[in-house]
């Protein structure tokens, strides 16, 4: 792929739309990170985020998925004299192949090319030579050779919005699909895997065929079907395809023989049609002129769902009741059916491993769609339930062993709208476990809720159980990176953050001081569960009092903890910190709901941080350090005669 890269002054950039704005940040360094992430992409280069360097990387979730044709690293330099050579590779998540994809490598400051120092700023852009489509970009240090901060002010990209319903997509990749005949366990999932590698063997064709049959899930619209059989030389195989929107009403709409008579087996052999609308797609394959067996690698169905539904749950919040691995909740709704997914731990009937979507708001609910873990030899047992109001709920759909392996786009249709804004899936079996009695975790890559929006949906104006609460819907921040850090203050116990790791911080500014009275911690509640957790409080977002330590090993309860403040010294503050230590039956940090009590005093209702991050964390420019002085020969020599003298002797100087 060829380069096009531009080195130069970030001040002087274009006013193109950039795209990357719409995502939300996230980054990871081997050792401390230094910078809010959000200021990756927040539009200013004077703010930046900073870490060790050791393979750190950076990167956008984009809320939707872009056409991209260029893409930009904006880097800070601490001074034009100290040249910070530091390398990079710009890489984007391609959903198809599960995998990040290399764009380009380059540098920050590329003395090949006329780079100028204005601002101590510098870009790196690359124009790409054919537009990419995805919804992620990374940017991973690789090397850094002057200094071990890399300082990163944006990351850019340009392009337009990807209209998925222009583009037609593999419809039967990972659906449900059933067959005639298997031999030698060679299973029809493997038709619809995406591995043209393996492929089902479906044993002698007799004098009817074998067959296999792809449910889509719901009415299609077929522009284009791709048979890729085994693949060998002086072999070919004959079949024909039919359709069926009911499954038992079928009408043939191609045939191999009719199309591409006795010619050697190839890739992709293709079948065209205009606008064919089906579910049911059977391939009935009678001849192969090898053996008497039947095979087939992969079959595509390329075309458009019919339906012009919307999926209400995309990007909205995700709370777990658990998350091993490193997984967040938070992938269910991120739009990729084939990312990264969430890793709910064991589940079994007596205690199930559930994740709940709030919608944000009332909706009318007549479809849901579950992507979950697709292997070809495991299913998952599973029930949905909705609710309205977080507190009565609705079971809408099931899911058993009696619907066979799992399938992507496992679909629900329920016979008449249902009304809610919550959904919550309880996941309780991995048939994994009858092969691997150690692996009884439940996953998914994605949940996908269909309907209207209810127009005469009122969202609580305050917590619905406590009007008093001072901390409802206040701003939090916290290390964590997941957008369920919003969940621990939405007025509703049955909403949560489930973080990947603990312990954890989380804080909530009340945007003015308050006399506090009480802070009740609600959790999630489990047989011998128990937590341990401290509560700060601080004025101005830098110095923190200790207000109270949780240590004993009670199980949690649904009350909660209540903590009465009107005793201690002070109780005036303006931010409260929940410091969450420890969870006792799992690595996870678990929050559900924190409401405060309290009088406003009318004050320190400020902007409490301004200033670049330099400004705020009191980083002098490098030039300004005792590092900028430049080492004499002299004291080189003296460093190294140290050494020497320390560990073998002043004699043994001059064998050096």
């Given at each position: 792929?060829?380069?096009?890269?531009?080195?130069?002054?970030?001040?002087?950039?274009?006013?193109?739309?950039?795209?990357?704005?719409?995502?939300?940040?996230?980054?990871?360094?081997?050792?401390?990170?230094?910078?809010?992430?959000?200021?990756?992409?927040?539009?200013?280069?004077?703010?930046?985020?900073?870490?060790?360097?050791?393979?750190?990387?950076?990167?956008?979730?984009?809320?939707?998925?872009?056409?991209?044709?260029?893409?930009?690293?904006?880097?800070?330099?601490?001074?034009?004299?100290?040249?910070?050579?530091?390398?990079?590779?710009?890489?984007?998540?391609?959903?198809?192949?599960?995998?990040?994809?290399?764009?380009?490598?380059?540098?920050?400051?590329?003395?090949?090319?006329?780079?100028?120092?204005?601002?101590?700023?510098?870009?790196?852009?690359?124009?790409?030579?054919?537009?990419?489509?995805?919804?992620?970009?990374?940017?991973?240090?690789?090397?850094?050779?002057?200094?071990?901060?890399?300082?990163?002010?944006?990351?850019?990209?340009?392009?337009?919005?990807?209209?998925?319903?222009?583009?037609?997509?593999?419809?039967?990749l990972r659906k449900k699909i059933t067959a005639s005949n298997t031999d030698y366990e060679r299973n029809p999932e493997r038709i619809v895997?995406?591995?043209?590698?393996?492929?089902?063997?479906?044993?002698?064709?007799?004098?009817?065929?074998?067959?296999?049959?792809?449910?889509?899930?719901?009415?299609?619209?077929?522009?284009?079907?791709?048979?890729?059989?085994?693949?060998?030389?002086?072999?070919?195989?004959?079949?024909?395809?039919?359709?069926?929107?009911?499954?038992?009403?079928?009408?043939?709409?191609?045939?191999?023989?009719?199309?591409?008579?006795?010619?050697?087996?190839?890739?992709?052999?293709?079948?065209?049609?205009?606008?064919?609308?089906?579910?049911?797609?059977?391939?009935?394959?009678?001849?192969?002129?090898?053996?008497?067996?039947?095979?087939?690698?992969?079959?595509?169905?390329?075309?458009?769902?019919?339906?012009?539904?919307?999926?209400?749950?995309?990007?909205?919040?995700?709370?777990?009741?658990?998350?091993?691995?490193?997984?967040?909740?938070?992938?269910?709704?991120?739009?990729?059916?084939?990312?990264?997914?969430?890793?709910?731990?064991?589940?079994?009937?007596?205690?199930?491993?559930?994740?709940?979507?709030?919608?944000?708001?009332?909706?009318?609910?007549?479809?849901?769609?579950?992507?979950?873990?697709?292997?070809?030899?495991?299913?998952?047992?599973?029930?949905?339930?909705?609710?309205?109001?977080?507190?009565?709920?609705?079971?809408?759909?099931?899911?058993?062993?009696?619907?066979?392996?799992?399938?992507?786009?496992?679909?629900f249709v329920l016979d008449q709208p249902v009304n809610a804004r919550f959904v919550r899936v309880n996941m309780t079996y991995n048939s994994?476990?009858?092969?691997?009695?150690?692996?009884?975790?439940?996953?998914?890559?994605?949940?996908?809720?269909?309907?209207?929006?209810?127009?005469?949906?009122?969202?609580?104006?305050?917590?619905?159980?406590?009007?008093?609460?001072?901390?409802?819907?206040?701003?939090?921040?916290?290390?964590?990176?997941?957008?369920?850090?919003?969940?621990?203050?939405?007025?509703?116990?049955?909403?949560?953050?489930?973080?990947?790791?603990?312990?954890?911080?989380?804080?909530?500014?009340?945007?003015?001081?308050?006399?506090?009275?009480?802070?009740?911690?609600?959790?999630?509640?489990?047989?011998?569960?128990?937590?341990?957790?401290?509560?700060?409080?601080?004025?101005?977002?830098?110095?923190?009092?200790?207000?109270?330590?949780?240590?004993?090993?009670?199980?949690?309860?649904?009350?909660?903890?209540?903590?009465?403040?009107?005793?201690?010294?002070?109780?005036?503050?303006?931010?409260?910190?929940?410091?969450?230590?420890?969870?006792?039956?799992?690595?996870?940090?678990?929050?559900?709901?924190?409401?405060?009590?309290?009088?406003?005093?009318?004050?320190?209702?400020?902007?409490?941080?301004?200033?670049?991050?330099?400004?705020?964390?009191?980083?002098?420019?490098?030039?300004?350090?005792?590092?900028?002085?430049?080492?004499?020969?002299?004291?080189?020599?003296?460093?190294?005669?140290?050494?020497?003298?320390?560990?073998?002797?002043?004699?043994?100087?001059?064998?050096?």
């Open positions: 792929m060829s380069q096009s890269i531009v080195v130069g002054d970030a001040l002087n950039l274009d006013d193109e739309m950039n795209i990357a704005g719409d995502g939300d940040a996230y980054a990871q360094s081997t050792i401390a990170t230094v910078g809010d992430v959000t200021f990756l992409n927040d539009g200013n280069y004077q703010t930046v985020w900073s870490a060790q360097t050791s393979m750190a990387y950076a990167g956008i979730k984009l809320h939707n998925k872009y056409s991209i044709d260029k893409v930009r690293v904006v880097f800070k330099n601490y001074d034009e004299s100290y040249e910070n050579q530091l390398s990079f590779k710009f890489s984007y998540y391609d959903s198809i192949t599960n995998q990040f994809v290399d764009l380009y490598s380059g540098t920050n400051y590329d003395e090949n090319n006329d780079t100028t120092t204005v601002g101590h700023k510098y870009y790196s852009e690359y124009v790409l030579p054919e537009a990419i489509v995805t919804n992620e970009i990374k940017v991973t240090i690789t090397s850094n050779n002057s200094q071990d901060m890399a300082i990163i002010a944006e990351i850019e990209a340009f392009g337009q919005e990807y209209d998925e319903s222009l583009s037609p997509t593999n419809l039967a895997d995406g591995n043209k590698g393996n492929y089902w063997d479906g044993g002698k064709y007799g004098d009817n065929g074998q067959y296999f049959i792809i449910d889509l899930g719901e009415e299609c619209v077929i522009e284009e079907m791709k048979a890729t059989p085994v693949l060998e030389k002086n072999r070919y195989y004959l079949y024909y395809i039919e359709v069926s929107l009911d499954g038992k009403n079928w009408q043939k709409v191609a045939d191999r023989n009719e199309t591409y008579g006795t010619v050697d087996a190839f890739e992709d052999e293709t079948y065209t049609f205009d606008s064919l609308n089906t579910r049911y797609i059977k391939v009935t394959m009678t001849y192969n002129n090898a053996n008497q067996s039947v095979h087939m690698a992969e079959f595509e169905v390329w075309g458009f769902v019919a339906s012009d539904d919307e999926n209400v749950a995309l990007h909205k919040n995700v709370s777990a009741t658990n998350s091993d691995n490193g997984t967040v909740p938070d992938v269910i709704t991120d739009g990729s059916t084939t990312g990264e997914f969430w890793d709910g731990g064991a589940a079994s009937e007596e205690s199930p491993q559930s994740f709940i979507i709030d919608l944000g708001s009332g909706y009318f609910i007549n479809k849901m769609k579950a992507y979950p873990y697709v292997d070809g030899i495991r299913y998952y047992e599973y029930n949905i339930e909705v609710s309205l109001d977080g507190a009565k709920w609705q079971e809408v759909a099931k899911r058993t062993a009696e619907d066979g392996l799992a399938y992507a786009g496992e679909t994994k476990v009858i092969v691997e009695p150690t692996n009884k975790s439940v996953h998914m890559y994605e949940f996908e809720v269909y309907g209207k929006i209810d127009p005469d949906y009122q969202a609580p104006i305050g917590d619905p159980s406590d009007p008093e609460n001072i901390a409802f819907s206040k701003p939090v921040t916290s290390h964590l990176n997941t957008k369920a850090i919003n969940n621990i203050n939405d007025g509703f116990d049955v909403t949560y953050c489930t973080g990947a790791f603990a312990p954890a911080y989380f804080d909530i500014d009340l945007l003015e001081n308050y006399d506090l009275s009480e802070i009740i911690i609600k959790v999630p509640v489990k047989e011998g569960r128990y937590y341990y957790f401290s509560i700060y409080g601080s004025v101005d977002g830098s110095n923190y009092d200790r207000l109270y330590k949780e240590r004993s090993k009670d199980t949690a309860d649904n009350d909660g903890y209540k903590i009465d403040l009107t005793n201690l010294e002070n109780s005036t503050y303006r931010i409260v910190r929940v410091y969450l230590e420890y969870v006792s039956d799992t690595s996870t940090s678990l929050l559900s709901e924190v409401r405060i009590h309290g009088k406003a005093t009318n004050e320190n209702k400020e902007v409490l941080r301004t200033g670049t991050i330099d400004e705020i964390l009191g980083i002098e420019p490098y030039d300004k350090t005792s590092y900028a002085t430049e080492i004499t020969e002299a004291e080189t020599i003296e460093n190294v005669y140290g050494i020497i003298d320390r560990n073998l002797g002043e004699k043994y100087r001059d064998w050096f």
